[in-house]
């Protein structure tokens, strides 16, 4: 492979030493002591501070220099360069002095590192220095083969990265295109173009294969912060805590923390005391208001439903949602969850979930036990209209609704059933409670409760169809319902 005489890269060899201490005068008896070192230098010629080259098609060619002290007067130093990796060496003879005497002078050697060399580190070293008295440089001493310089032969085509840009005002940076060589943001490599930024960033290029760097390869800039307000977080504080949430905005430069922890954008559950914070990210400062602190209100919308009991959740989710009232008494609302639902209430509540459609009311009542002016007369037309109830057929052929008697958890399947809007049923290949056995009145409709995550039964594996429907239990069908549907 042929070398080319180009250099890059910072410099191998530090600025000209200086050896404090390095001449010293006897002014008693004879001079004992061995030349010294008091500066030296290895620099190139053609002008550049570094000892890196690109030896494609030149050679390599740098000066070492060094001025020696000694008493009795000394002749020039030897130098040679050597391949580190190879042990190929060049330039070796002795130096010629520049300036000074014998006593105190400076001494320089041109050295060329002919084209074709080996690439690598190259070290220019200085033999052990003597004097005309016979006094050398012993071992562990700076001068006994002293490494001047390090040259550094590297192949490839050298490559100049053209330098990135920064754009305070925008808050950018721009990566230009670079044959033979890519750039590298924060450690990953990004393609030319312009980029937002905050903060601190750092990007360095790097060569392609075949190529090697010639010129700056790193830039670090800091932007200035830039100030945002947070946005507030909203508190939805309903009846109860059972659907009480935070909800955190989307605020660029800004995240959020509930009670310490970071969260996302969007709703949170909350309940007791909830404290929001916001801080800033890097690159950004914030201004305003960064901390909000609500107490949520655990209180029951019922006298007797007390936070913590079996489906409080759920009856609570029934008063906020306004599907139950409970009854008005002197000492507040209650709402009797271990009370059976009656046949009337159940088409009211379907019918408050259906956010209270108009009904067109007949002439005559379908059932001859409802009549106008009955409570919840018009919520029974409407599910006797929607097909989710027929009531009793009577021997006369009339039919009957018995609006007060409790509904069983059977018929209460069928009535959500039809509410959902009748889907497609399969009959069951097995039973899916203890208690339901397939061909059984509505069992296919107890399954699908089932199916759809509506009921679960009992621990014991039944469902308990003739058994009526609490209203505590009937919240939580509704409720699960409306989260499912």
Not at 193 to 215: F, H, K, P, R
């Amino acid at each position: 492979m042929k070398t080319a005489l180009r250099r890059v890269a910072a410099m191998s060899v530090a600025a000209p030493l200086v050896l404090t201490g390095a001449v010293a005068a006897h002014a008693d008896g004879p001079d004992t002591q061995a030349p010294q070192i008091a500066e030296y230098s290895v620099t190139s010629d053609d002008g550049d501070d570094d000892l890196t080259y690109f030896v494609e098609h030149e050679p390599a060619t740098f000066t070492a220099t060094v001025r020696v002290t000694d008493e009795t007067g000394s002749d020039g130093p030897i130098v040679r360069v050597r391949s580190v990796d190879t042990g190929q060496s060049v330039g070796f003879g002795r130096m010629e002095r520049v300036s000074g005497d014998a006593h105190d002078g400076v001494y320089a050697r041109t050295i060329t590192i002919p084209e074709g060399h080996a690439p690598g580190d190259w070290e220019v070293t200085i033999y052990p220095l003597s004097d005309s008295l016979g006094n050398s440089t012993d071992p562990g001493e700076f001068a006994y083969f002293a490494t001047l310089g390090v040259v550094d032969i590297v192949y490839g085509t050298p490559v100049s990265p053209a330098a990135v840009t920064f754009d305070d005002d925008a808050r950018t940076y721009t990566i230009p295109a670079a044959e033979g060589a890519q750039y590298l943001v924060d450690g990953e490599v990004a393609d030319a173009g312009t980029y937002s930024a905050t903060g601190t960033v750092e990007i360095t290029a790097s060569a392609l294969d075949g190529y090697i760097l010639d010129g700056e390869s790193e830039w670090t800039h800091t932007f200035a912060a830039e100030s945002v307000t947070a946005g507030a977080p909203a508190f939805d504080d309903r009846s109860g805590s059972a659907e009480d949430t935070v909800t955190i905005p989307a605020t660029d430069g800004v995240e959020y923390l509930v009670n310490g922890e970071v969260v996302g954008a969007g709703d949170h559950a909350a309940s007791g005391t909830v404290t929001v914070t916001a801080r800033a990210l890097s690159g950004y400062e914030l201004t305003g208001t960064t901390t909000w602190t609500h107490g949520f209100d655990a209180t029951t919308p019922f006298i007797d439903v007390e936070p913590g009991v079996e489906h409080f959740d759920h009856m609570a989710w029934m008063a906020e949602s306004e599907i139950s009232y409970g009854w008005q008494t002197p000492d507040g609302p209650e709402y009797r969850p271990l009370s059976p639902v009656n046949r009337d209430a159940m088409a009211a509540f379907l019918y408050r979930m259906a956010d209270e459609p108009a009904v067109d009311l007949p002439e005559s009542s379908p059932f001859t036990d409802m009549h106008p002016g009955q409570q919840h007369y018009k919520e029974v037309v409407w599910a006797y209209q929607e097909g989710i109830t027929t009531g009793w057929t009577m021997p006369d052929g009339t039919h009957q609704f018995r609006p007060v008697e409790p509904i069983n958890r059977d018929a209460m399947a069928a009535f959500m059933h039809r509410f959902a809007g009748a889907p497609d049923l399969s009959v069951p290949s097995a039973q899916c409670f203890e208690d339901v056995p397939t061909g059984m009145l509505f069992a296919e409709e107890m399954c699908w409760m089932k199916s759809e995550g509506l009921s679960t039964g009992w621990s014991d594996g039944t469902y308990r169809p003739l058994t009526p429907v609490k209203r505590d239990a009937m919240a939580a069908f509704l409720h699960r319902f409306d989260t499912n549907f």
